[in-house]
């Protein structure tokens, strides 16, 4: 992962950084809706807010979210595009060293050229566009957040804190299994391929490679429907914890509906960039598999031509 990072930096290092400075902006903007729903459900609670303070109030928060989302847009729309570039700069480097090895592939069959030229480039390279931007924003988001309701209730942020740190480690844990097998499934793809594209192929051959493929992605679907039962099972109770104690302390004089409203919807806002970083993890886990497979296939016929 960390050379997967390293040739990242090297290739795209100059436009990330727009990126990383788009990321922080969202998530500075993260709390802020929190903050006004908080105040108008405060403010219709005890009956202080006016009809102009609610208008200001509603005006302000969309606002605010009005920005976020033209943020987004741009930084989706500038992280896809710098993706599809390093998509085209990989391909032209495979597309090269096909061509400079002509009839002398050892070790490496036109069916993997091929399979590295569509599936892998694209794979690695779109994945290149939001790896630094999107963890950076989600990662953010979260912090924000969770800062934002141990803030305003120190028990409920840090039931919050306390949702995402077993999911890390149940997600840590299920996707070292997970690489083994896209690994095994990648390789097994290439020989397939070869196999498909050569003068005589093997039907027999071919067909328990594909049995092989089938096997792989079925334990891989095995492992993640898991993680996500998990996962599920984690966040409900978190949000149960939340309203018992929330309400517990509204009951007892503690704390406001107000606070106890934005901690839920805050939990929600937050289960979106848990589920984000996790989906990320394993897609940066997935990339990095790929990307050695592909760096060591370019050694390997490099090596054969000089």
């Known amino acids: 992962m960390i050379e997967l990072y390293k040739a990242i930096w090297v290739v795209t290092g100059s436009r990330q950084i727009f990126l990383v400075f788009l990321s922080l902006a969202i998530a500075g903007l993260a ?8 105040n108008i459900i405060n403010g219709l609670t005890d009956a202080s807010l006016s009809p102009s303070a609610l208008l200001s109030f509603c005006a302000a928060m969309g606002g605010f979210i009005l920005l976020s989302l033209a943020l987004k847009w741009l930084l989706g729309y500038r992280s896809s595009i710098l993706g599809e570039d390093v998509v085209r700069t990989i391909r032209n480097r495979v597309g090269l060293l096909t061509c400079e090895a002509g009839k002398d592939r050892e070790g490496i069959g036109g069916g993997t050229f091929a399979t590295m030229v569509s599936a892998e480039a694209e794979d690695v390279g779109m994945f290149t566009g939001s790896a630094i931007s999107e963890p950076l924003l989600q990662a953010g988001t979260l912090v924000v957040i969770i800062g934002y309701i141990a803030s305003t209730q120190p028990v409920l942020g840090i039931i919050a804190l306390a949702m995402i740190l ?20 990648v390789r097994i793809l290439r020989k ?3 196999n498909l594209v050569g003068a005589h192929p093997d039907i027999s051959k071919l067909s328990a490679e594909f049995d092989e ?3 792989s992605r079925s334990r891989i679907f095995l492992w993640k429907q898991s993680a996500k039962f998990f996962l ?16 517990w302390q509204v009951l007892a004089g503690n704390t406001d509906v107000g606070t106890v409203v934005a901690a839920t919807a805050g939990l929600l806002r937050i289960q979106g960039p848990t589920n984000f970083l996790i989906a990320f993890y394993r897609q940066v886990s997935a990339t990095s598999v790929k990307f050695d497979l592909l760096r060591a296939a370019a050694v390997q016929q490099s090596a054969k031509i000089e």
């Open 31 to 38: 709390a802020v809706p929190l903050d006004y729903q908080k």
């Open 166 to 185: 077993p999911q890390a480690v149940l997600v840590l844990t299920i996707q070292r299994q997970v690489n083994l097998l896209i690994a095994s499934r």
């Open 192 to 194: 397939a391929t070869d």
């Open 213 to 215: 493929i089938y096997e």
């Open 232 to 247: 599920s099972a984690l966040n409900g109770a978190g949000m149960i914890a939340v309203l018992l104690i929330g309400g």
